[in-house]
Structure formats: C-alpha cells, structure tokens
Nanobody, 121 residues
Framework: QVSLVESGGGLVKAGGSLRLSCAAS????????MGWFRQAPGKEREFVAA????????YYADSVKGRFTISRDNAKNTVYLQMNSLKPEGTAVYYC??????????????WGQGTQVTVSS
C-alpha cells in the first residue's frame, strides 16, 4: 500500500511562486510515474504535470508549460512541483498521484489528499 502526502500549499499573489511537495511511503516505485493534478471547485480534475521515477521524463499541461517544473528525489521518495508566475486560475486543490504517465486521472492508482493553493489577484 502506498500513501502520498502533499504539502506546501497556501496563499500567494498572482505572479508569485510556490513549491509543492509530495512525500510517498510504501512502495512508490511499484508504479513508473508520479503526477500532479488540480481541481477547482465545480470543475473536473485537471492534469498538471508528470514525471517518471527512472529516466525523469517530464510531461506538462500546455497551461503550465514554462511556468511549472516537476522534479523528483528518488532517495527521499518525494516529488516536487515548483510553480512560478502563478495565475488566479491556478487556484485549486493540488493532488499528487502514483501510476502511469498520462494526462488521464484514471491512469493513476494512488492519490494524496490534496493541498490547497489560492492565488489572489
């Protein structure tokens, strides 16, 4: 069983930066990739970024490309999401997930409880 715990969310002004962390316990390497999703109130869960444990291949939603950076520290079983130039539309609960590298949430088997990110204008 894998447990994922997000941290680092909070309130930030538009244009500001925030770094999210996702700490995994159990056997996270049983699946090839970690992803970040976000969900705003009344909207579907949206893919943000993903990274593979082995090669470190990264994938980004067009909406965050150039502003967000996903990274991982395999020794710490931790994945990060560095968010720069934040926009108000980035306000959402951010979730990390373990599974296969995909834009589809159904490709991920384990999910954290989420961390709130609020971007003020």
């Amino acid at each position: 069983q894998v447990s994922l715990v997000e941290s680092g969310g909070g309130l930030v002004k538009a244009g500001g930066s925030l770094r999210l962390s996702c700490a995994a316990s159990g056997r996270p390497f049983s699946k090839p990739a970690m992803g970040w999703f976000r969900q705003a109130p009344g909207k579907e869960r949206e893919f943000v970024a993903a990274i593979t444990w082995n090669a470190g291949n990264t994938y980004y939603a067009d909406s965050v490309k150039g502003r967000f950076t996903i990274s991982r520290d395999n020794a710490k079983n931790t994945v990060y999401l560095q968010m720069n130039s934040l926009k108000p539309e980035g306000t959402a609960v951010y979730y990390c997930a373990l599974g296969f590298p995909s834009v589809m949430a159904t490709a991920y088997d384990y999910w954290g409880q989420g961390t709130q990110v609020t971007v003020s204008s």
